[in-house]
């Protein structure tokens, strides 16, 4: 099953698009931020859920990243594509453009950044952030837009939910961010920590405050400018969406590294790991007790 985080604008417009089942989840970690939606897709299931949740609820910090996850791997989720709109940090990369995201820098300071914080340790590899093998896919498809796709990216995730200074943005700059966002982390880690595969579109909205807007600008026009980009962009990232899993549904969905990437990351002795730990955790850790 491919599970579909959508962001700023896109769960609207693909959980609008066809006839859903509604699956109401409970997690050990919460409830997830809306309802989960199933739909099929050229025979494929695929599993719907609004980040910031219906109506735009949630602002960035608040999300409920560990129910999220939790809840698409319980219904059996086995790739997740994510959506989320972003500020560009480089001139080339220009409002409307999609960009296939390759690594991130981690500035969120208040977030649970893991599933398993209490019961045992657990080390996943998260040098590559994305999952390879799905970013191939998206990007094999990538004729089918009508925009500029950017093969990589450095997104740099910060905790908001104000957007940056100039200081900050110049700083973002400096270390080799692409874009600046407010969202992946911790949902990339948890997708790892899940041996779910994740990849994601960044839809880019506008240029982050580096670029300075011109003098005297009206607010409500740039708003509304940035609005335009953002509906613009989600329309390119829904088609490039919707190929990637015409694509994936081409073939057996296969079992890739990442769903086995908690096989070297549990450094517990799994003797002294208590039946309370495998309870707490249920679906993340359930093909791991009998060993």
């Known amino acids: 099953m491919i599970g579909l985080i959508g962001g700023t604008g896109l769960d609207e417009a693909l959980i609008g698009e066809a006839r859903a089942v509604e699956h109401e989840v409970e997690t050990p ?25 219906d109506g735009h609820v949630f602002n960035p910090g608040r999300v409920p990243y560990r129910a999220n996850i939790y809840a698409l791997k319980s219904l059996g989720v086995t790739h ?10 480089r001139e080339e990369i220009k409002p409307r453009d999609l960009v296939i995201v390759d690594q991130v820098i981690d500035r969120t300071y208040r977030r649970v950044p893991t599933f398993f914080d209490e019961g045992l340790a ?5 040098a590559q952030p994305f999952c390879p093998e799905l970013r191939e896919v998206l990007l094999s498809v990538t004729g089918r837009v009508d925009t500029t ?19 900050e943005s110049r700083i973002h ?28 579109v960044a839809l880019v909205t506008d240029y982050d405050c580096w670029k300075p807007h011109e003098p005297g600008a009206d607010k409500q026009k740039l708003l509304a400018e940035i609005i335009g980009h953002l509906n613009a962009a989600t329309d390119n990232a829904m088609t490039l969406i919707r190929a990637a899993i015409e694509a994936l549904a081409t073939g057996p969905l296969g079992k890739w590294p990442i769903h086995d990437a908690l096989e070297l990351a549990i450094w517990s002795d799994r003797s002294k790991l208590t039946p309370a730990v495998f309870e707490k955790y249920g679906v993340l850790l359930e093909k791991y007790a009998g060993g």
Not at 122 to 126: M, T
Not at 149 to 167: D, N
Not at 174 to 179: E, S
């Open 80 to 89: 997740i594509i994510a959506s989320g709109a972003v500020g560009s940090l």
């Open 173 to 200: 700059r400096t270390w080799g961010g692409d874009l600046i966002g407010m969202t992946v982390m911790p949902e990339a880690k948890l997708a790892r920590e899940a041996e779910i595969p994740y990849a994601l």
């Open 149 to 167: 796709v950017h093969r990589s990216g450095t997104y740099i995730c910060m905790e908001g939910p104000a957007f940056s200074t100039v200081a």
């Open 29 to 53: 970690f919460g409830r997830p931020s809306s309802l989960v939606r199933v739909v099929e897709w050229h025979g494929l299931k695929v599993a719907m859920l609004a980040r910031h949740g």
């Open 122 to 126: 657990v080390h996943v590899e998260f």
